[in-house]
């Protein structure tokens, strides 16, 4: 885990008089401390502006509070977290997960507040900043957790070197990706890089294949209203999964390819000829693979009824929460309202967009393309502005341990270890146990 603290200590100009007739500073006694974790690491080019930014801004609020930043990355960040509950040490505000699948065991554990208690105390931050469809991917429950820090596109990328050195058409169906997988196989090209560890990124792209079919809607009431995923369209959906599977467009062993960096990997290699990608991973992106790129509408899949050249899921779910220990101190109270609202600023949101390429979430933000230094940003920004999209529906669950057997159903699928009718009846037992 990399760790990176620094400690930004409130000081006083105290008038002395002394024999060299110059000022004594001293720490001020009334400055609160204020913990803060993100995963923005100054070792991180891409990063550093806004980790600078942060502590540029608590510099210049010495004289008002103290900052402790930490900074956590990836999945560590959950085991972090749940050690710190276990110890009462929950920092007073923190970077995390806000879907439902993450977050309901915090607001069960009264660990964090609802956001919208910190937006009404806010003059600066309010819910019409963001747009409204963000939120069902930061609630739980009904209940906001947080506000994503900034939107995500989900893209379909194609290599059109290989497409190309192949003779061989980009997919528009499933049945169009079986017959270029044949092609690829032979010729020791993975067709697909996607696969499954701890879930990853495979419920991204269940979702996406979900969001294809008629009223997926009903699928998400299902599973939030009456706790099941026993439905038609989930059905199709994981057998879509699995005979992708059956016909090797995935790479032979999906856990080891599994999780984000080992699926991009294999795209950014040129190891993979398709791949189904989240715009933060697009800073990763080499010139040479952005230059290759080409963005395709999601082929279309068996039962699907969605226009797939006017859909692309959007969403986000990363955003700050605020522990209601600290929120209840008053002493912290206003220092907490003051770095969130900096944290949610224009100004934070600019620096990640132009050093970062994370999109803006906030609405008032005006994306100068021509500032814009990330390959293929841009593009995939004009072409999934706008569009009909989907939330994530393994992390709208009800339950926090739900979502860990989501996880497993999605490693085992990817894996040929368990069959879709198994995975269901294996997620569903989970959903049934979470009433309780």
């Given at each position: ?39 923005l ?7 550093k ?10 510099d ?89 820090t ?40 993975t ?119 006017n ?49 803006p979430?906030?609405?008032?933000v ?16 004009a072409?999934?502005?706008?569009k ?10 009800p ?9 497993d159903g ?27």
């Amino acid at each position: 885990m990399k760790k990176y603290t620094k400690k930004i200590m409130a000081m006083v100009t105290v008038a002395a008089t002394m024999v060299t007739g110059t000022a004594i500073p001293v720490m001020a006694d009334d400055a609160p401390t204020i913990r803060l974790i993100t995963w923005l690491t100054p070792s991180n080019p891409a990063q550093k502006p806004s980790y600078d930014a942060i502590e540029s801004f608590a510099d210049d609020h010495a004289d008002e509070f103290t900052l402790e930043h930490e900074n956590i990355v990836g999945d560590e960040l959950k085991a972090k977290i749940k050690t710190d509950i276990a110890g009462d040490t929950v920092p007073d505000i923190f970077i995390y997960w806000g879907s439902g699948g993450n977050s309901t065991m915090l607001l069960d554990a009264d660990v964090i507040i609802p956001f919208d208690e910190y937006l009404d105390a806010s003059e600066l931050v309010s819910r019409d900043l963001f747009p409204e469809e963000s939120f069902s991917r930061t609630s739980s429950n009904g209940t906001l957790t947080t506000i994503t820090t900034s939107l995500q596109y989900g893209v379909w990328l194609c290599n059109k070197a290989l497409f190309e050195e192949y003779g061989l058409e980009y997919p528009k169906t499933l049945d169009d990706m079986l017959e270029v997988g044949k092609v690829f196989n032979e010729n020791g090209i993975t067709p697909f890089a996607m696969g499954s560890k701890g879930g990853n990124p495979a419920h991204e792209f269940v979702a996406e294949i979900l969001g294809q079919m008629p009223d997926c809607e009903k699928d998400f009431e299902n599973l939030t209203q009456n706790y099941t995923i026993d439905t038609p369209n989930i059905h199709n959906t994981l057998e879509i999964v699995d005979t992708m599977r059956e016909n090797n467009l995935f790479p032979a062993d999906t856990i080891s390819i599994g999780d984000w960096n080992q699926q991009f990997a294999l795209y950014n290699e040129g190891k993979a000829a398709m791949i189904y990608a989240w715009t933060w991973q697009i800073p990763n992106i080499t010139e040479e693979t952005a230059e290759n790129s080409v963005i395709i509408d999601a082929p279309v899949m068996p039962g699907g009824t969605r226009d797939t050249s006017n859909f692309t899921r959007a969403g986000g779910d990363m955003g700050y929460m605020i522990s209601k220990k600290a929120w209840e101190d008053d002493t912290k109270k206003q220092a907490i309202i003051d770095i969130v609202d900096y944290l949610y600023s224009t100004e934070m949101q600019e620096i990640g967009l132009y050093n970062a390429g994370d999109i803006p979430a906030r609405n008032d933000v005006e994306i100068d393309d021509a500032k814009v230094t990330v390959p293929l940003l841009a593009d995939i920004i004009a072409y999934g502005k706008g569009k009909e999209s989907c939330p994530n529906f393994p992390q709208i669950c009800p339950k926090t341990e739900c979502w860990t057997d989501f996880a497993d159903g999605f490693d085992e699928l990817f894996a040929g270890i368990s069959t879709p009718d198994e995975v269901i009846e294996h997620i569903d037992e989970s959903l049934e146990s979470a009433k309780n």
